[in-house]
């Protein structure tokens, strides 16, 4: 039996700083074949009347955090405060737009509000095994020459890393289940997406740990396959394709783009070394499927790439 048609949606943030007026904006994209929107963080409220009046034929799947961008901020930015921050004063932020964003989404009839939950630190009075020093360590020549320096450097961070985010995870479940809720309320789910740094959190094993102890609660994982490739890339976890699986039934949906060298995301797909026919899982149907180029990506390119997925994936 054939597979349902997989349904792809675009970030607006891809092209959203070229309109003012949100309907053209929606009718643009759906003249690109396709089927959904997703509300980048950079969509500011004006465009959001004309986005409305579109919604029957270029519905909202999922609205990205900060979303509307919040009239205090000098710009959209996912990580404008941190849910998960060990600065109280920064939660409460947090939630606070957090709060916006998950009301804003129901009005706009989106089911998944994407979240940039935090990120867990490793610079110590004497060290720093955080990504900066680890990208820096494997693009080097020392790298070529000596593989195992950055393995003792991983392996450090490794360990600072669990540490850490496990004394931070009980900060995240507070503030998760103060919103639970509201998402039930409005019939939203919040979807904390991996991240490209070692610092990202929740990770993988954090994102199963947070599905395990609230199962069937309006809180899951997103995947965003260009992250989960450098952090493969990086041997910080295993191959993308391995880690999709692993984390398929704990997902809202992923973010789709791909990744030029060790670490040049948010390309058209095909444009680079993702090997999407491996993580042709995700094309569930339970899933949401959001292409996210940055703006430099070409039409000819984005169309190039949909045309990619929809015969991969089907």
């Not at 959203?16 to 969509?43: C, M, P």
């Not at 009839?109 to 020093?133: I, Q």
Request: overall charge negative.
């Amino acid at each position: 039996m054939e597979r349902p048609r997989a349904r792809f949606a675009l970030s607006t943030n891809w092209c959203n700083k070229r309109f003012d007026d949100g309907a053209e904006l929606s009718d643009y994209i759906a003249s690109l074949g396709f089927d959904a929107l997703e509300l980048g963080y950079n969509t500011p409220m004006e465009q959001a009347p004309g986005i409305k009046s579109r919604l029957d034929s270029m519905p909202v799947d999922s609205v990205h955090a900060f979303c509307p961008v919040p009239i205090s901020a000098p710009r959209g930015y996912p990580e404008l405060h941190l849910l998960a921050s060990d600065d109280e004063d920064e939660r409460a932020l947090a939630a606070v737009f957090l709060r916006k964003s998950i009301d804003f989404a129901a009005d706009m009839g989106a089911k998944t509000v994407v979240l940039h939950a935090g990120r867990v630190f490793l610079r110590s009075m004497f060290s720093d095994p955080g990504s900066d020093s680890l990208f820096a360590l494997f693009k080097s020549p020392a790298y070529a020459a000596s593989p195992r320096k950055y393995d003792s450097l991983l392996a450090k961070a490794r360990a600072r890393r669990r540490k850490r985010g496990a004394a931070r995870m009980p900060v995240l479940c507070a503030e998760l289940e103060k919103l639970f809720p509201l998402l039930e309320k409005r019939g939203v789910v919040l979807a904390l997406e991996n991240l490209p740094s070692i610092e990202g959190f929740p990770d993988e094993d954090e994102t199963l740990e947070l599905a395990a102890r609230y199962p069937g609660a309006p809180v899951k994982g997103w995947f965003d396959i260009g992250h989960a490739q450098i952090r493969a890339n990086m041997k910080w976890t295993g191959s993308a394709a391995g880690e999709a699986a692993r984390l398929l039934p704990s997902l809202a949906g992923c973010h789709i783009h791909d990744v030029r060298g060790v670490d040049g995301d948010h390309h058209a797909p095909g444009e680079g070394n993702v090997d999407f026919a491996a993580l042709a899982p995700l094309a569930s149907p339970a899933l949401l499927h959001v292409f996210e180029p940055f703006p430099a990506v070409s039409e000819e390119a984005l169309r190039s790439g949909l045309a990619m997925l929809r015969k991969l994936w089907s």
